[in-house]
T-cell receptor, first 112, second 113 residues
Framework: DTAVSQTPKYLVTQMGNDKSIKCEQNLGHDTMYWYKQDSKKFLKIMFSYNNKELIINETVPNRFSPKSPDKAHLNLHINSLELGDSAVYCC???????????FGPGTRLTVT | KQEVTQIPAALSVPEGENLVLNCSFTDSAIYNLQWFRQDPGKGLTSLLLIQSSQREQTSGRLNASLDKSSGRSTLYIAASQPGDSATYLCAVSDGGSQGNLIFGKGTKLSVKP
């Protein structure tokens, strides 16, 4: 149990829709991350939040926006979904940036 | 730009065999290196974390080594079991203000009974 939960586990939606994926950690860790795992299982960092502050933002389209209402949550909002957004989105946590990271179960997003 | 490579991409061994998975990275200025396993349809499970100042870490039948100067890490699995079948991922962190993990593409391990 990594104490990271994601909802929903599966999400099927149509192109052009706006959707959100939620991530919650209950250990009070300072840093949370979003990674994208593509169809070839390759993982790439999207965002990280440290104490509610965005500290990295890789080359991700601005249709993707992380929202952290509090330290325990880092939600991912995606606007105007495209077919290429289909992937598994993985949330992770760590005590501080650079510490060991623990991952949630992932959310499989399918855009039709 | 940091790149992480894992060889082989897939490996099949009979039960009971000892095996080694390899990971290499291009920039030796890493903060730490983490090994994960991923079962089909599941999230990543952290196996071992090696800080840049360490040479190896052990957990049960798993032993991970780190040679930062040569940009290499190995994951040794002793007495493999069918339950070890999974994809093993290596990732390096540059720490500091970023802390993001850069992953290899993984080694898919199959242990045959």
């Amino acid at each position: 149990d990594t104490a990271v939960s994601q909802t929903p586990k599966y999400l099927v939606t149509q192109m052009g829709n706006d959707k959100s994926i939620k991530c919650e950690q209950n250990l009070g860790h300072d840093t949370m991350y979003w990674y994208k795992q593509d169809s070839k299982k390759f993982l790439k960092i999207m965002f990280s939040y440290n104490n509610k502050e965005l500290i990295i933002n890789e080359t991700v389209p601005n249709r993707f926006s992380p929202k952290s209402p509090d330290k325990a949550h880092l939600n991912l909002h995606i606007n105007s979904l495209e077919l290429g957004d289909s992937a598994v989105y993985c949330c992770a946590r760590s005590w501080m940036t650079g510490d060991e990271q623990y991952f949630g179960p992932g959310t499989r997003l399918t855009v039709t | 730009k940091q790149e992480v490579t894992q060889i082989p991409a897939a490996l099949s061994v009979p039960e009971g065999e000892n095996l080694v998975l390899n990971c290499s990275f291009t920039d030796s200025a890493i903060y730490n290196l983490q090994w994960f396993r991923q079962d089909p349809g599941k999230g990543l499970t952290s196996l071992l974390l090696i800080q840049s100042s360490q040479r190896e870490q052990t957990s049960g039948r798993l032993n991970a080594s780190l040679d930062k100067s040569s940009g290499r890490s190995t994951l040794y699995i002793a007495a493999s079991q069918p339950g070890d079948s999974a994809t093993y991922l290596c990732a390096v962190s540059d720490g500091g203000s970023q802390g993001n993990l850069i992953f290899g593409k993984g080694t898919k391990l199959s242990v045959k009974p």
